[in-house]
């Protein structure tokens, strides 16, 4: 009766031990299972992420290019109407008219008259050597074309600086070195939000 009852109680603990082994490998299973469910999520955040980043990218790179092109497209409409404005129109020539010729004369006799008598001439004082003038700065037509095209010139570079992500100081400085421009905090802001930055 003992080895039964020993062989009984052996056999319990047997199944007792199958169910445990059987449910810890079912929980693995699950884990498992929801650790590779959670790396698919995460591979397809991840190309979701990427894909944004690069239709980002190819937006931002289009938008510069555009903007680009419109800078590109004002220079050469500014270069037109400066050269309109420097460049003479043709000049009409009147027609020569034919000379007229007149009638003969006779010639006039010269009377005589007598020989001047040269007055005493006074000794030469030197002139006064006058003070160099300053040079004259060029001016065109309108008066102002040294300073319009300075506020031309820093418009475009101001706007190549900040499509190339300079700062806004660095800009400044750059511009002030380079250009003399009335107002170029206004240029500076002006530029830098049309360009978004």
Not at 98 to 122: G, Y
Not at 134 to 141: L, Q, R
Not at 168 to 185: G, N, T
Request: no cysteine; glycine share 4%; proline share 13%.
């Amino acid at each position: 009766m003992d080895a039964k009852k020993a062989q009984k109680l052996v056999d319990q603990v047997a199944e007792n031990v199958r169910q445990a082994i059987d449910e810890a490998q079912q929980q693995a299973q699950e884990i498992l299972s929801e650790a590779e469910a959670q790396a698919e999520k995460v591979r397809a955040e991840a190309d979701r992420l990427r894909s944004e980043a690069e239709r980002i990218r190819a937006d931002a790179e289009a938008d510069a290019r555009r903007r680009l092109d419109e800078v590109q497209t004002a220079l050469s409409d500014l270069r037109g109407r400066l050269s309109g404005e420097v460049e003479p129109g043709p000049v009409t020539v009147p027609e020569p008219e034919p000379p007229q010729t007149p009638e003969p004369t006779p010639d006039p006799t010269p009377e005589p008259t007598p020989a001047p008598v040269p007055e005493p001439m006074p000794e030469p004082t030197p002139e006064p050597t006058p003070p160099p003038e300053a040079p004259e700065t060029p001016a065109s037509a309108n008066g102002d074309a040294a300073t319009g095209d300075d506020d031309a010139a820093a418009r475009l570079v101001a706007m190549k600086l900040a499509l190339d992500g300079i700062a806004r100081e660095a800009a400044k400085e750059q511009l002030a070195a380079d250009y003399e421009v009335a107002d170029l905090d206004g240029l500076l802001d002006e530029v830098y939000s049309k360009a978004g930055k």
